[in-house]
């Protein structure tokens, strides 16, 4: 396993579209999240998972979004009606406990036109 | 509210200068601090994490201090290489007791530019 691993790393879309970014956190994690980070800013926390049970949403969460991970393995971030305000990199991260070092993915970069 | 705060917000050196970047963190109860290195358009990496009873430790050029009492720490990176400019990240851990989730309270880091 060579990390936490992210798909697409780029994608730019037209308001208004829906968009669907992959992770595939380090196998034996089964703690994975997800973080949205705008440039020059720190990540902000989107969600969390302990395996396939998402135990915690940020407000920043909108209706528009919606997190899965429906096996405890893989998770799926989903934009509905994407607006230019989400805009952003999205950030996927594992860790094997709860206060243990946190690893993250590449980042999957949005673009709304 | 828990916060964490990094100074200065960006910093230039020359390559071959040492630095210190600064984080002062109001999260409690405390668990532990990290300190991240995230290269532009890349994803964050792990320089370093400290639980309440460690004031120091280093990885490589990279040494951290923690000092829990007045809730600070500092990165210092010696002898700067031109790979180092990147945004540093301070990341501070706080016990959520009864839950299972330590939440994760972050800086909006201190991007160090080294210049030939």
């Known amino acids: 396993d060579t990390g936490v691993s992210q798909d697409p790393r780029h994608k730019i879309t037209k308001r208004g579209q829906n968009v669907t970014f992959r992770c595939d956190p380090i196998s034996e994690h089964n703690r994975l999240y997800w973080y949205r980070q705008t440039l020059g800013q720190g990540p902000e926390f989107l969600t969390y998972?302990?395996?396939?049970?998402?135990?915690?949403k940020s407000r920043l969460l909108s209706d528009r979004f919606s997190a899965e991970r429906p096996k405890g393995s893989f998770s799926t971030l989903e934009i509905q009606r994407t607006e230019q305000g989400d805009s952003a990199m999205y950030l996927c991260a594992s860790s094997f406990t709860s206060t243990g070092e946190l690893f993250f993915g590449e980042g999957s970069r949005l673009t709304v036109l | 509210k828990n916060q964490v705060e990094q100074s200065p917000q960006s910093l230039i050196i020359l390559e071959g200068k040492n630095c210190t970047l600064q984080c002062n963190y109001t999260v409690s109860p405390f668990s532990n601090l990290r300190w991240y290195k995230q290269d532009t358009g890349r994803g964050p990496v792990s320089l370093t994490i400290?639980?309440?009873?460690?004031n120091t430790k280093s990885n490589g050029r990279y040494t951290a201090t923690l000092d829990a009492d007045t809730k600070q720490s500092s990165l210092h990176i010696t002898a700067s290489q031109l790979s180092d400019s990147a945004s540093y990240i301070c990341?501070?851990?706080?016990?959520?007791?009864?839950?299972?989730?330590?939440?994760?309270?972050f800086g909006q880091g201190t991007i160090l530019t080294v210049h030939p």
């Open positions: 400290m639980t309440f009873s460690e």
């Open positions: 990341v501070v851990s706080g016990n959520a007791g009864g839950t299972s989730y330590g939440k994760l309270t």
């Open positions: 998972f302990q395996n396939e049970a998402q135990l915690e």
